[in-house]
Each structure stands twice: as C-alpha cells, then as structure tokens.
C-alpha cells in the first residue's frame, strides 16, 4: 500500500504533468489507485484509541507492523498519549506518527510542545494529501485535461466503485463531523489549538480543519458530475440539511472559507438536482422523482419558511434548483408522453416554489451574497467553472419552460408599472438613492437581467449555441418604460458581448430594428442632442447649462459600456467599420454638468477604439485635445506665480470639488486610463516624455499625493485610482531611459531643497522627477510604501475577504515593479545627485521595516508577479546592503523569511505546468538569488536561507536540512525525487549548480560536502543511474528539456569531481563517499579502499595491461556518460537563407551590427551565460527596419504587402528562437562534456591508486577519447577537451607501469616486480595510434587541438619506447636476471616485443606519413611559434622511430632541414629575449637544434655527414643569439637584477647547451678523417666555430667545477670535448685553449675527489654522486685529450713541475706524470669503493624480503625518498621502494665503474708510453726533440718518488675482480701488469 504522500505525487505527475502519461506512470497510477482504494473509501476513517494499546504505550515498548520493537522513554509516552487525545487516534498510530515525525524532522533536541505540533502537522499533511489525491483524481474525470480517453474511463470506472460504495454519505458525514468541537474534528476544548505544517509553520488546527471541510465540500461537487445518477432521497436531504447548518453559521461572519464550504454543499445539490433531471431520457426516469413521496416530502421541507435571513436565502436558492428540476422532470415526461397525476402534483410544486423565488427575489440574494463577493470570486477557479456552468444549465432550464416564462413576464410587467419613469431629474449622488435601490433591489426582473449578466460575464463561451438565452435577450428588451429595467437589460447586452460571437450578435441587434428604442442610433441620437444643448445654453447670454437627466445618464452609461465590450472583444477587422464617427463620444467631456460617472464610461468606450488602428488613435488624440477638460498645474509653475484671476473648470478642479465632495471618482480614473492607453502605444521616445509633464503632475500633486487623505462611497474606486496612477508611473520609468544630459542639467543647479518645485515645467522630465521623489522619499515613495507597509498578510486577508481585494493586488504589484523600476536606474544618478538625492536603499534603510514589508512579499502566494518582484528586490538588496542580514536578525524576520522562501520554491516544485519565460519562473528566481550571494561576505543571503550558523564561524555550521525548513531542505527534497523532470528542468539544474557552488566556495565547503557524503543522503552517487546515463529527450520533441537534462548531468558531475577532488580521505564519510563514486562510475569491481589507505592488488593485477586490447568487459558508466554527449551539435551558424525571405539582409544587418549594445541590445545573456537574441527587441528592430524602408507600411489600403512583412518576421522570429535553442543545446553539450573530463582527469590524477585493473580503465578512456575526438559529429571545442582527458590518460598510463606490484595477500617482492611492466599490448598501442592519427586529420581543427594531439602522439611514442622502469639500469637487470630462470625472464625477449612494437607504429604512421609530413611540416614552418615547438618535436619523435631513413628523406626531399638550418642563423630577439615572443622564437630554436641533434644521433656518422654537407656548422655559426653572457658573467656582475640572470640561465639551457651538443656531435666526423690531413675540411670548420665564439669557450672552461651546476658541467663537458676533438690539429695557441685545458687538468687530478664522494652507499643521488660522475666524465675527456696528444702529438710530460721562469713568456703549465699517478690513485679508490658498493647493493636486492621494516626505512630515509611513501603504507610497498632506490645506486655505481676504467686505462698508457721510451730517464732528457722544458733539473729521485707512489697503486688495481666489478679485467690486468714491471724496473735504477 503506497502512503498518502506518495500517491498524490503519482497522481499529479501523471494527470497534471504537460505531456501525457507513459505507459509506465500509466500502470504505476493504476497499481497506486487500487492499493489506495481502501483508505479512499473509508476516508479519514482511523481506528480509535483502545484501552490495551494505551496500556502498551504505557509499558514503553510498542511493536509497530513490519518493525522490530520501539522502547520508549517518557516524554515520548506522553506525547503519544497526547496525540491520541487530542485527535481520537489509536495509540499505536499515535507512535507510529511519532516515528513517522522522526525520520522526517528529527526529534532530538526539540521541545515535547514543538514535537506534538509537529507530529500533528504531520499527520494532518497526510490526510490532506489523500483528499488532495482523490480530489484530482474527481477533477481528471469531471475537467477536460487532455487525458487519454481510456486512461479516463480506468479512473472514472474506479470512481464509481467508490462512490457507488457509499464515498459520497461518507463526503456528506464528513462535513458535517468535522465542523465538531470534538478530538475527531475542530478539537476539544483541551487540544492544542496550533499545530506546526509541512514548512514548519504554525497554523491554526481550526484552519487546517475548514481547509479541509472545503477540499471535500469539491470532491462531493465533482462526485455528482462522476455518477449523476446516484443521489438517493437521503442524502438530498441530508445535504440540505447540511446547507441549513452551514448557513447558520454564516450570521456575522465574513471568513471566506465559510462561504465556500456552503457554496460547495449547496451547488452539490443544485448539480444534483440539475444533472440527475437532465439524466433523464425518454425509457428512464429520473431518479429522485421516482420516488413521489420523496418529491412530496422535499416540496414540504423546501417550502418551509424560517426565520433565518441567511439560511432563508440559501434555502430559496434550493428551492430554485427544485424548480428547475421539476420543470426539467416534467418536459421529459411530456416528451415521453407519460402525463400522470405525478406531473400535475408537480406543476403544482413549481407554482409554488416560484411564488416564493420571486417573492424573495433569490436573484438578488445570489447576487448580493454568492457571485459578487470575494469568496466566490476568490473560490478554486475550476470549481467556479462548475458553479457558473450549472447555473448555466439552470437559467437555461428556467428561462425555457412555459410556467417559469410567465412568471418572469409577469415579474416584468411589475417592475414596469412599479419602477420609476424613464425620464426623472435630480442629483446624480448615488449615495441620496438608497431608497431608489432598496426599491430597485425588490424587483425579480431587474435582478434576474443582472444575475444573468454575472453568470455570463466569466464564462462567455457557455454563450455560444444558447438560443434560449438570446429568445430571452429579444423578449426582455422590448418595451422599456423606466431607466432601470434599461440599464438592466444593457448590462446583460454588454455580458453577452464578452465573445467575438457574442459581440457580432450584439452589435447587429442593436444596429438593426429589433428593439423600438433600444439601438445604437439611440445612443449617438442622445449624445448629438445634449451637446447640441449645450452649445446653445453656452451662447445665450446669461444661461445656463440644463440639468442632465439622471434617467439619460445611467442609461448612457450602459449604451457605453455595450459599446466597449461590443468593441473590445469584436473581430479585429470587421469592428473597424462599425463605428466610422467617433466624435460624439468626445463633446461631452468638458461639460461640467454632465455626470463624471458618464464621463467616465465616455472615456471608457473612447479608450477601446485606440487599438483599432493607429490612424485612430492619432485622431482619439486630436479629439481629446480639442474636446476634453484641460489638465492646469498652474501653481506648480513657479514660487513667483500669481494666483490664477479665475477658477478653471478643468480637470483638478472636477477632481477635487466635484468628485472629491461625492466620494466618487469615476471621471479621473477614467481619464487616467486612456491616457495611459494612449502613451502605451507611444513608439516615438524621442522627447524623453517632455510633452507628458502636465499630466504627470497632475497625477503626482492632485490625483496620487493626496490619494490617502480622500474618502471613497466605493473602496473599489480608492484602488481604481491608484492602479490607474501606478501604471502611469511604471510606464514612465519603463519607457524613458536616463541620459547623461539629465545627470549633468541637475548636477548643475543648485542644491537646495526647492529645486524640484523652482524648476520651469517646461524644462521637467517625469522620470527624473519621478527617481527624484524616490531618491529624496518624497510623495510617490511615500505613498507606495503606505500601500505595501500594511504587510503581507493584512493584504492577503483583504485580497481573501474584500471585493476589491484584487485592485488592491494589483497595487501592491505594480508598486514594487516600480521600486525595482527605480533601484535600476537610481545607482546612475545617486553619485552626482547626493547628498540631496541617496540611492533608493539608503532611503529605505532609514526605516527598517520598509526593507522587511518588500521582503516578506515573497509569502504572497495568490499572484507569482508580486513574489517575482519581492525575489528580485531581495537580489537587488542583498547585493547593495551589507548589513541587511543584521537587518533582518534584529527585525526578528528572518525566521519568517527563511521559512517564507523555502515554502515558496515548495510550491513551484510541485507545479505542473511549464513556464516558458524562466525570469517569470519563481524556482529559478530564487536558485539564481541564492547561487549570485555564496560569494558575497558573510554572513549573506544565502547562508540565511539554507539555514548556516549565522552565530558562530561558517565553515563551522553542521546542517540539519530535517531540523530546519529551509531552502536547502527544500532543494535537497527536489534532488531526491527529481519529481516532474519536464515541468521542474530549470530547478533540478540550478538545484545541482547551487550545490557545486557551496562545494566550492571557501566557507561553505565543508559543511555542504560533509553533508553531501552522509551517508542518509548518499548524493554524489545516487543520480548517476537516474539522471548521469538515462537517454537524452529527444530534440524534436522537447529540446528545453533536452538542454536542462545536460546541463543537470554537468553540474552532477562536478559535484562528484569536487568530492574526488577535495574529499579528506582520512575521513571516513568521504572515504566511502569517493569509494562509491568510483564503483559507480567505473564499475563496482574496480574500487578497493583498504583500511590502511594502501594499494593492494591481485597477483591477476600485474600483466593486466597486456591483456588490455585483447577481451572484451562490460561498458562502464563512465563509457555510457560519454556517450550521453557524443551527438552531432545542432547548427549554430547564421545561415538566413535557411529562412527563405527577401527581408533576410535586414536580419543581418541587426544582428551583426556590433553597435547595438545597452538597453535595447539585440543579444542577452541568459542565466546560464549563452549569448542569446532577445527575441521582442530583435522583432521590434525588424519593424523599425521595415517603417525605415517604407514609412507608408502601415497606411496601405491593402493588407498583401503588410501580411508578407508579417510573415517574413515571423519566419525570421521562429529562425532566432531556432538558433537560440541550438546555441544552447550545444553549450550544453560541451558543459557536461567538461564536467565529464572534470571527473575522469580527477580520478585519474588523484584517485587512480584506489582502482583495480587501473591501465585497463585508462585504455578504456583514452580510447573511447579518441574514438570520439575522430568522429565526424565532434565538434571543435569538445574535440579540444576530449583530447585533453586522453593526454591525461596517456600520462597516467606511463605513471602506471611502474607503480608497486605484488599479490594482495603477499608482503614480499622480488626483482620480477621491478623487470615485469604493465605494459599495453601491442594490438592496444596500435589501436591508440591509428586513433590518433585519424583524429590528428580530421577537417576542422584549431591551434590548441593541434597542441594537445602532437603532445598526445610525443607522450604516446615516449610510452612505446620504455618498456623497462628508467629507474633501474639494464645493467643491474642483467646481473638480477643472472638469478633466474625461465625464457620470460630474457631481456632479449622484452627486447623484440619493442622492436615489433617500434615496427608496428611505423608501419602505421607511414600508411598516413604523406597527409601527416604535410600537416606537421605545414605547422612546423606556418604556425604560431607554439606550435612550430611542438611540431618540431613531433617530426623529432618520428625520426626516433624511424626505419631505413624513410622519414630523413622526406625531410630532405621538402628542403625542411635546410630551412630549419636557415631559420636558426636567420634568428634574432631584438628585446634580449626577454619578452613572451622572444622566449617562443628561443622555444623553437631549440627544438630545431634538437631536432638536428636527433638526426645526428639517429643515423650516427651518416646524419652527421648530411647535417654537415648542408652548412650546419657554418649556419650554427652565424646564429646571433650565441654571443650571450654565460653563467661566469654574474659573478662579475653582482649588481645585475635576478631576473635577468634567470633569463640568460634559461638562455644558456635552451640555446647555448643545444647548439654545443649539436656541434660535439658533428666532431664524431673527425675521427674518421686523417691526422695528417691538417687542413681537413671538418676539422677546420669546427676550429672556425670555436675561434669565432672564443669567449664563449672561454667563459665555460674558465668556471669553477667545484661550483658549477648540472647545466654548468654539461657545458663545460661539451667544450672540453669539441676541444680534445679538434684543437689538436691546430698549429698554434692564440687563444689559450691548450692552456685552459691544461690548467683545468692541473686542478682537477690534483683535487682530493674522494673529498665528493658519499660516504654511504644510500646517500641520496641528487648532488654529490651526481658531482662524482660529472668530475670524473670530465676527467676522462681532459684524459682523452691528454692521451691524443701523447701518442699523436709526442708530447712528453714531466715528472714534476720544474722551476717557474718568469722570463719565458706564455709557458705551458703542462699535468706532470705525478700529477697523472694522483689522478690513478684517486681512480682506483673511486672503483674500490663502487665496486663494493655494488656487491653490497645487489646482496641487499636480493635479501630484501629478509629486511626488518626498520631497516628497509632506513634505507628509504638514506636515499631521501619519504616522500614516496606514507605512514598508512604496507611493508610491501615500503620493501618496493627501497628496492628500486638500491637498484638506482647500484646502477649508478655501475655507470661509475663503467667510466672509471677507460679513464685508469688512458692514465696508465700515458705513463706506460713514457716509460717504455725512456723520456722520464735522466740521460735522455736533453735530446727530446719535442718541447723543451730546461736542462738544470736532476729526475733520479723525482723518478724514484714516482714510481714508489705508482706501484701500490698497481696493486690495489691487480686485486679488482669481475665478480665485482661487473667487467672482463683481462687486458686491464695486463696493462697494469706491464706497468707494473717497468715501475720496478724505474724503482731500481
């Protein structure tokens, strides 16, 4: 059994919704109805207390059906105990209520008073919503909503069960039980008289209760329309005696809702009685007058006379149905030919039944007391509809039949010869008639003429086809004799006018002769004859102008009226010739005796004829300025004026002495009107409303100012005249803009309090004095704020109960679309107006409760427009007040407001129809409000009304959106259910965009994500499956609800990747809240969250990815959100031609102006930011364009050329709303889109360690990314982002192959943890490669795409190239693999996987290398600098991949790599490199060098030789970026600034160290050339380089090593090594180069370099086993040099440095054989120690299981790296780490090693070649023939020296073994055994 709640939601959303129900909400309506029929029979039937379940609640533990027990404690008891008495309910229901209050508000903190009225509230909320329910279900039968027949035939078959089971006794009993001052119904006198409702308001039990009463009062209405024919005597009479009781409580109240509740039981029975005679049909007879003696006992009862006024004339209304029934009774009988003496029994009751009808004149009494008052007006309107319809049926009945017919005759020839003659004299003061109208009033006649204008005058289509009433309308209007049966009978003429249909009918029967003296010409013929009159009185001396007779006079005024009817609702083109001469309607008005009541319905009649055509009203125009009163404001013309020498009749003085004494100003609003109707059809602007002044002071200082002072006879016409006023005012402030003229002409004058008085009048402009009188809060602020400070409810107290409730309505509303009028322009004026003028809210800040009366508006749930307005003045105020949330605290209303706005966006959430304009759309109003004010400081707007701790900090607050009724309740109710997805699109869109902005915002973060991962709400996952992939609408069907639908999935998925992002996973909530995202979106399998926080896998896990490609799985969710977007984008250009028009250029021309901005632009911006047309300013700058061509368009006699205009701009129109929608459509798209990468990028970046099967996800994503990145229905910008995510994606693969392995339950590792990658598999790259490339040529493209798709296919190549961990050496996976065993373990076999890999992606880019060259090349040398980068390092990534130099010869073949060479000695920054576009031309320079260098290194020698014959060196050469200052310059210039130094820093990394690298790579040519070839061109070149930039070389060899950085001693590497290459072959040292090598050998060997060496095998890499390496690389190239200078330059080298003589100039100070000896001891320490580094290093590796967790994070803190690991980790992923750290040091030891012995091998040749020629002997050394170094030195003991420190040295080298040092050592061994014996040998001698 589905709850009460639940079944009115499926109800409206399946029988109120814009669309018809599907078949699913079809059968879920049906299975709700019949689950709910039993508690729809037995209505509000509840079982009572009982004496064992109180004592059950007593005992403190009560079992509930289908829940375990409930214990109790005593407050809840009571409670209980106290529900149960106060509503007679059961015990146990009354703690079920409790429970049911529970899960709804929470109870825990509340007061027992607050829970009982909650409990209460609640349990009246479920009754109303079962009343509620079956009151639509009667509605879906009884109204045409536009159902499915058969849909209507389920519910009404239901219905009829139900009623035919006795709903309607049950309806009847009800009414009655419940007006009861018992528990059961209004409460006992001990009940609490208040309860708390669903908003958490309180209201009055006794309200609730009448509510209530009302709601079935309808159902029992529209229960007679579902079954006609199942009254039964009984309950005739037991509803009259319903309407008797009903009316007697009618007696001195004015409560509405009394008078509606006896209008439902009294028009239950006149439906009765109506329908159940017109069910009667010749083979059946009516119901109840089967039954005679019920007819007899009813005719008894009925005809009874009381006592009671009220009830008495609810009782003649009965009798009048009764009449209408017999009547109706009896023709069916006649017509069945059945007369009995039943029948003449009843012609007998009729007779008397209409002696007493008309005897008491029932017409009146349902005018005076039924129709006319507020509560009927104010009634449901369906309802209504009924009421009218069948009294309808009713008149129609009475007006037919022969009986009632003669009595009607007869009541018309009374008031006849009763009433007055047609002609009388007197006052026309309608207050001295109250005789007159007491007599009128008594006659039937006159009263029926006006209750059959009143039934007909909301309901004119019941006229159509009712020739009854028109037989009537011909026989009542003959042969008037008095005024009042004249007027009378009008007034019905203008009812039946109110149709087209009626209003042709009308106007025909008074044009033609029907009547005598009824017609048109009767009219004009009386006007024509007092005007004429007047003009004689007013030209005979001394006469004076005749009385106007009031008899004349009201019937003019009906003739009037029957012409404004007959002309407003006439069809448009044939009311244009029914009244060609309009003038006599003017000559009258400046008469000062004719009645103002008559001037009012002149001017009336006049206003309707100004929308005919616009020729007439130019003419309404001319009449009026020759004909009607004046409008004088001579005294506000000046301080200085002199009094007026005589009074003038004109239009103040008919106002203030004429009217004002009569209380009656009919004359003034009438004038009002037309007026303002006349300057509403204004489209000339241009005089800013100068020519209106006179009329806007009149209004402002006569008619408005002093409105509150005056006495009203009608207090209808009070607010008449004020809403005649008010709309003057809006108009002005709406159609006049401030100029910068108005700013300057006020600033100028002086600022005194007159200057609005002092001001010339022709020189005021009414809305500058309008914001003027705001701005000071003067007469209009004050008057309008007088109308609104009454406050809410006191307005709606009167809108219920008064008559003129709804003028007074309209007031309030046009009162506070004037104050946002002003609040718009007054912030331009207040900066120059002040200090006399303030913006209007400061004025309203000078009383705070005007700020709290404009607030509290929003409450005002009868009209939308004035809770609009309230909406917008709270945006606009909150968004100028800073303190208005103080405001509102300290005028204790913002409890109201809060409540007050939540109740309100209730209210729309439960609507059913769409409202098209969403700025009129009261939900999305109040979303907007509160998304604009998260920002703004706190405490604000929306703080207040989601209910945040505005006591204490913000961030602090913890919401209870259950505790608190409050927007956010509210919102998160709607989220929830997502109920009527058409109707509520807009808001279930900002109610997520709302969310994700709280999410973000700094303040309210937190307690809006924590409580958005509460696990009650489970928000961020529960929409995924209902919303995230549910299939889009279709755009032919719903494009709105389309758009909403992508823009709700966006929002949805940015609040998940907020959680992802910004979720504390030390958190519990947010834990699970990101685990459940992640299950839901990649599939529930995927997700594993320990509670360790560490990744744990399966021993599946770890060749995942290699089966990535090749098996298929089920499509996750966030596969299918993909999908949901990828579509082709609706077509946004401006293709007119589409609309086929030859006006298209003029559409053109507007909307491609880019002047037309400001007020009147052609685009807005809508809430969700698209630029959209304004479809009214765009058709009104069509129209304007159309009057520009052709001034005469509007004048033509005929309508072709016009209609065509019409039509081509209503094709135009339809084209703009077209475009409109498909500009939002598309963003739409590409906001979820964006939203989708949002989530994808985050999980992937910040949340990829807590999935399983991670690279397989990723694959999944990048190449659903590509694949729809390549579709042809991808537009550009999704294009862009889809690329980006598989950037991302790709990155994340690579990130991914070597993060930690293992199985789940395992805690140890093993070296096939860091071999084995998780690698993709070949069919998976070649998949993202040819998706890339396809993507990479699609057509449409654009410099950012292009970016991210060569990065794409850089990170793509770069992934394919690494298949092993760049961590870890191949040379210590060698030696790791030396320890096992198996065919899967051989590097070899890794090895041909990337070479089939490496010939695959060949093979793929060559099938498309043509197309991609062309692309690549094209951007390359036409691009922006950017992506001539980018390009340039695509093209270096496939020359990487290159095969059989097939991309090399491409490049040649187009002459790229020449122009490459071309632009690099092209190149200059004229800034200093400095500016943004020098730093990108140095950007591209060096990926063109790098590009060059690719070629070098790719094709070894070859490349060389093809860079080289293309003038590369000479090229470089001329490069003019090269002669920059290096790093040496900034120690010499200390007073350069920082920046400059980290320009030329980067200068050094991007140019200097480039060009270098490119230059050593050309010297491998010199190896190959001969050493006696001096003048070999190669070598020259390169000395021809290094000469012309000798001070760059200079600088480099000339740095500090011990001091020099990592780009430093690259650098200095490079030098040295182009050096040692070539400068050999020069003959002469000009330029010092030997010397500086030399010195930088003298400083370097004689270093102590174990001095920078760790100490410890795990000290960290980044510093000083980097220097190590450096320093010795260095070493061994000055070492190189040394040794080719030795063998091919016979250089002999001292043993010693001999004496300095000073008088050699340029002396070499050449490395001594010491020197080299220090150098070899330094060399053998350095390979001691790394070798046994190593060993320990790879002994540790293997051990590594057998590690302790202490140790392995010592290991892990001596190489620095904890920041690779947290606290939570497991000892898996700890021995992991410290596993590859060891493998990183072991293979840089190795690296070392690897470099240490060919530098000990060029040491030891060197000194191996001196001692094997003898040059070091003593005897020898005066006949070298080589350089001479002197001859007064004595070597013995030098050489003996030597070789005592050479052969330890020896020694320890003999002792190295290939065990550990990893290398052959056999022809080491035998070098430094030679050495060694020639040492001893040196020894000895």
Excluded at 1712 to 1733: F, G, Q, Y
């Amino acid at each position: 059994m589905v709850s009460p709640k639940q079944l009115l939601s499926i109800i409206e959303s399946s029988l109120l919704g814009p669309s018809p129900p599907t078949p699913a909400q079809w059968v879920e309506l049906t299975h709700a109805i019949r689950s709910s029929l039993s508690s729809l029979q037995s209505l509000l039937s509840f079982p009572p207390p009982k004496p064992s379940d109180r004592a059950q609640v007593k005992s403190k533990e009560v079992r509930l059906p289908d829940s375990p027990p409930i214990s109790l404690d005593d407050q809840d008891v009571q409670i209980a105990l106290k529900l149960s008495d106060d509503l007679h309910l059961n015990e146990i229901d009354c703690v079920r209520l409790l429970v049911s209050a529970n899960q709804e508000w929470g109870l825990m903190g509340r007061e027992p008073l607050e829970i009982l009225r909650l409990a209460e509230g609640l349990w009246y909320t479920e009754r109303r919503d079962l009343i509620t329910a079956l009151y639509t279900l009667l509605r879906a039968v009884v109204l045409d909503q536009g159902l499915e027949t058969d849909l209507v035939a389920d519910i009404q078959k239901y219905l009829e069960d139900l009623i035919n089971a006795g709903l309607r006794q049950r309806l009847i009993s009800l009414v009655k039980e419940l007006n009861r001052e018992e528990p059961a119904g209004l409460g006992g006198p001990l009940a609490e008289r208040y309860v708390l409702d669903s908003r958490g308001a309180l209201v009055e039990r006794r309200a609730v209760v009448f509510r209530e009463r009302l709601i079935l009062g309808h159902c029992l209405v529209l229960s007679v329309l579902v079954v006609r024919t199942r009254y039964c005597p009984n309950d005739v009479k037991d509803l009259f005696s319903t309407i008797k009781d009903c009316a007697a409580e009618l007696n001195g109240s004015s409560d509405a809702i009394k008078y509606q509740i006896t209008f439902s039981i009294l028009f239950s029975l006149v439906i009765a009685f109506i329908s159940d005679a017109l069910g009667t049909v010749p083979d059946k007879a009516s119901v109840l007058s089967r039954d005679a003696t019920f007819r007899r006992e009813f005719q008894e009862i009925v005809i009874a006379s009381g006592n009671d006024p009220i009830v008495e004339g609810f009782v003649d209304v009965v009798r009048l149905a009764w009449t209408a029934h017999l009547m109706l009774v009896q023709d069916g009988t006649i017509a069945a030919e059945t007369v009995s003496s039943a029948s003449s029994n009843d012609l007998g009751y009729i007779c008397s039944c209409l002696d007493v009808i008309f005897s008491n004149n029932v017409f009146q009494f349902l005018l005076d007391k039924a129709l006319q008052t507020a509560a009927y007006q104010n009634d449901d309107e369906d309802m209504i509809y009924v009421y009218n319809a069948y009294l309808h049926k009713m008149i129609t009945c009475f007006l037919s039949h022969p009986v009632a017919r003669d009595k009607v005759k007869e009541a018309k020839e009374k008031a006849m010869s009763v009433l007055s003659p047609y002609r009388m004299a007197g006052s026309h003061d309608n207050n001295s008639n109250s005789q007159k109208a007491v007599e009128l009033g008594s006659q039937p006649f006159v009263s029926l003429l006006e209750f059959v204008s009143k039934v007909y005058q909301k309901e004119p289509e019941l006229l159509s086809g009712n020739d009854v009433l028109w037989t009537f309308v011909n026989f009542a209007g003959e042969d008037h004799t008095n005024f009042q049966t004249l007027v009378a009978f009008l007034k019905m003429l203008g009812t039946l006018a109110s149709s087209p249909e009626g209003a042709a009918k009308v106007f025909e029967l008074l044009q033609g002769k029907t009547f005598r003296s009824v017609g048109w010409s009767t009219l004009f013929d009386c006007l024509s004859i007092y005007e004429e009159k007047f003009k004689q009185a007013l030209q005979t001396p001394g006469a004076i102008l005749p009385e106007f007779q009031e008899g004349d006079a009201k019937a003019l005024v009906a003739y009037l009226n029957v012409l404004q009817k007959v002309m407003q609702n006439g069809n448009p083109v044939e009311r244009k010739n029914w009244f060609p001469d309009i003038e006599p309607l003017f000559k009258l008005l400046s008469y000062e005796n004719v009645p103002p009541y008559l001037k009012g319905a002149l001017r009336n009649a006049i206003a309707t004829f100004i929308k005919v055509s616009p020729a007439l009203k130019d003419t309404i125009w001319s009449y009026l300025e020759q004909y009607d009163l004046p409008v004088v404001v001579g005294p506000n013309l000046g301080n200085n004026a002199q009094p007026m020498a005589s009074q003038i009749y004109d239009m103040r003085f008919e106002l203030n002495e004429i009217e004002a004494r009569r209380e009656q100003y009919p004359s003034t609003i009438s004038f009002l009107n037309l007026l303002n109707t006349l300057i509403a059809e204004e489209s000339d602007v241009s005089d800013r409303g100068r020519r209106f002044i006179g009329i806007f002071r009149f209004i402002y200082d006569h008619v408005f100012g002093p409105f509150p002072q005056r006495a009203y006879a009608d207090p209808c016409e009070k607010w008449q005249l004020v809403v005649a006023c008010l709309q003057h005012f809006q108009m002005i402030l709406s159609m006049y803009d401030i100029r910068d003229v108005d700013i300057d002409n006020a600033g100028d004058r002086p600022q005194l309090s007159s200057v609005a008085q002092s001001a010339p009048l022709q020189v005021q402009l009414p809305v500058v004095e309008l914001l003027k009188d705001f701005m000071s809060g003067k007469t209009i602020f004050r008057n309008i704020m007088g109308i609104l400070l009454p406050g809410v409810n006191a307005i709606i107290n009167e809108r219920t109960n008064q008559i003129y409730g709804q003028l007074l309505e309209k007031a309030v509303e046009l009162s506070l679309e004037i104050i946002i009028l002003v609040f718009e322009k007054d912030v331009l004026l207040s900066d120059f107006w002040r200090p006399l003028y303030q913006p209007l809210d400061v004025i309203l800040a000078q009383d705070h409760n005007q700020i709290v009366a404009l607030l509290e508006y929003v409450r005002y749930d009868f009209q939308p427009h004035i809770q609009k307005h309230s909406i917008k003045i709270m945006s606009i105020l909150s968004s100028r007040m800073v303190g208005l949330i103080q405001l509102l605290l300290k005028s204790n209303a913002a409890s109201c407001l809060i409540e007050d706005y939540a109740a309100c966006l209730e209210s729309v959430s439960v609507e059913s129809q769409i409202i098209e304009n969403s700025n009129d759309d009261l939900g999305v109003l109040i979303m907007q409000l509160l998304i604009e004010n998260i920002s703004r400081p706190a405490p604000n707007i929306t703080h207040l009304l989601l209910k945040f701790d505005l006591d204490t900090s913000i961030e602090r607050t913890i919401l209870q959106p259950k505790f608190h009724y409050s927007c956010l309740k509210v919102i998160l109710d709607i989220l929830d259910k997502l109920f009527k997805p058409d109707v509520n699109a807009l808001l279930h869109e900002f109610g997520f965009q709302l969310l994700y902005e709280l999410c973000l915002d700094p303040l309210t973060s937190g307690p809006t994500m924590d409580l958005l991962s509460n696990k009650k709400y489970q928000f961020f996952v529960k929409h995924i499956d209902t919303i995230g992939i549910a299939p889009l609408p279709k755009r032919n069907i719903n494009q709105a609800l389309r758009i909403s639908s992508l823009h709700q999935r966006a929002w949805l998925l940015k609040l998940l990747a907020v959680e992802l992002h910004a979720g504390d996973m030390a958190n519990s909530t947010h834990r699970d809240a990101c685990q459940s995202i992640l299950g839901h979106i990649f599939g529930p399998d995927v997700v594993n969250f320990a509670t360790d926080y560490s990744i744990n896998h399966t021993n599946s896990v770890q060749n995942n990815a290699a089966n990535v490609g090749t098996r298929t799985i089920g499509k996750s969710k966030v596969l299918e959100l993909l999908e949901v977007v990828q579509f082709r984008s609706p077509d946004t250009t401006m293709k007119y031609s589409q609309v086929n028009t030859k006006y298209d250029f003029l559409a053109e021309d507007i909307l491609g102006n880019p002047t037309t901005s400001g007020k009147n632009d052609v685009y807005y911006y809508s809430e969700r930011g698209d630029r959209l047309i304004d479809l009214t300013t765009f058709r009104d700058k069509l129209w304007q364009k159309f009057n520009f061509i052709n001034p005469q368009l509007s004048s033509f006699s005929g309508e072709v050329e016009l209609n065509d205009v019409r039509e081509a701009i209503q094709q135009l129109l339809r084209w703009g709303w077209k475009y409109n929608k498909n500009l939002e459509e598309q963003a739409s798209q590409l906001h979820m889109l964006i939203s989708w990468s949002q989530v994808v990028e985050v999980s992937a970046s910040r949340r990829l360690s807590h999935l399983e099967n991670r690279a397989e996800i990723l694959f999944q994503l990048l190449d659903a990314s590509l694949t729809a990145s390549a579709s042809p229905d991808c537009s550009l910008k999704m294009a862009v982002t889809l690329c980006q995510v598989a950037l991302t994606c790709m990155a994340k693969l690579r990130d991914e192959r070597f993060l930690c392995p293992g199985g789940l339950n395992s805690d140890s590792v093993t070296c096939l943890d860091i071999i084995t990658v998780k690698q993709l598999s070949n069919g998976a790259c070649h998949s993202i490669l040819f998706k890339l490339i396809v993507a990479i040529l699609r057509h449409e493209s654009s410099e950012a795409l292009r970016r991210r798709q060569y990065a794409l296919l850089l990170s793509y190549f770069q992934y394919c190239l690494h298949m092993l961990d760049l961590d870890v050496p191949t040379a210590v996976l060698r030696l790791l693999l030396d320890e096992h065993d198996g065919e899967d373990l051989d590097l070899l076999k890794i090895d041909k996987e990337q070479a089939e890999l490496a010939q695959a992606n060949f093979s793929i880019i060559r099938k498309e290398a043509q197309a991609i060259l062309d692309l690549v090349i094209k951007d390359a040398t036409q691009g922006s600098e950017s992506r001539k980068t980018i390009s340039l390092y695509v093209l270096d990534a496939l020359i990487c991949i290159d095969q059989e130099r097939f991309f090399l010869n491409q490049l040649q073949s187009r002459g790229f790599l020449r122009s490459c060479l071309m632009n690099i000695s092209n190149i200059s920054l004229q800034d200093g490199g400095r500016s943004l576009d020098s730093l990108q031309r140095t950007c591209t320079l060096e990926a063109e060098l790098a590009l060059l260098l690719r070629i070098s290194h790719k094709y070894g020698k070859s490349g060389a030789q093809i860079l080289f014959s293309m003038g590369a060196l000479e090229h470089i050469a001329s490069c003019k970026v090269v002669n920059i200052q290096v790093k040496g310059s900034f120690q010499r210039f200390e007073t350069k600034l920082r920046r400059d130094a980290a320009v030329n820093i980067d200068k050094q990394r991007t140019i200097i160290a480039p060009i270098l690298r490119l230059v050593f790579s050309l010297t491998s040519l010199v190896d190959t050339s001969d050493f006696f070839e001096v003048k070999n061109k190669i070598v020259r070149e390169v000395i021809d380089f290094v000469k012309g930039h000798q001070l760059l070389f200079d600088q480099v060899i000339q740095e500090d090593v011990s001091e020099a950085d990592e780009l430093t001693m690259e650098q200095i590497n490079l030098v040295v090594g182009i050096l040692s290459k070539v400068w050999p072959y020069e003959e002469n040292d000009e330029y010092g180069f030997v010397q500086g090598l030399f010195g930088m050998m003298r400083a370097l060997f004689s270093h102590d370099l174990e001095s920078r060496t760790p100490t410890h095998p795990f000290q960290s890499l980044d510093k000083p086993r980097q220097t190590e390496l450096n320093i010795f690389r260095l070493c061994f190239s000055l070492s190189s040099y040394l040794y080719f200078l030795v063998t091919k330059k016979s250089l002999r080298l001292q043993v010693l440095d001999g004496p300095t003589d000073y008088q050699a100039p340029g002396r070499l100070q050449q490395p001594t054989l010491t020197l080299l000896v220090c150098l070899l001891n330094s060399v053998t320490t350095a390979l001691e120690r790394a070798a046994e580094e190593k060993s320990l290093l790879l002994n540790k590796i293997q051990d590594i299981n057998e590690l302790s967790r202490q140790e392995v994070d010592e290991i892990i803190n001596m190489c620095a790296r904890q920041d690779c690991v947290s606290s939570s980790d497991n000892i898996q992923r700890r021995r992991y780490i410290a596993m590859v750290e060891m493998c990183q040091v072991a293979g840089n030891r190795d690296q070392l090693i690897t470099l240490l012995l060919p530098l000990a091998e060029h040491v030891l040749n060197v000194i191996l070649i001196h001692f094997q020629d003898g040059s070091i002997t003593p005897g020898t050394i005066a006949e070298t023939k080589t350089i001479t170094y002197g001859e007064n030195f004595d070597y013995g003991q030098d050489i003996s020296a030597l070789c005592g420190e050479l052969i330890p040295t020896l020694e320890r080298l003999e002792l190295l073994s290939k065990d550990k040092v990893g290398h052959n050592l056999k022809v080491f061994h035998r070098l430094v055994s030679s050495l060694k014996d020639l040492g001893i040998k040196k020894l000895g001698v």
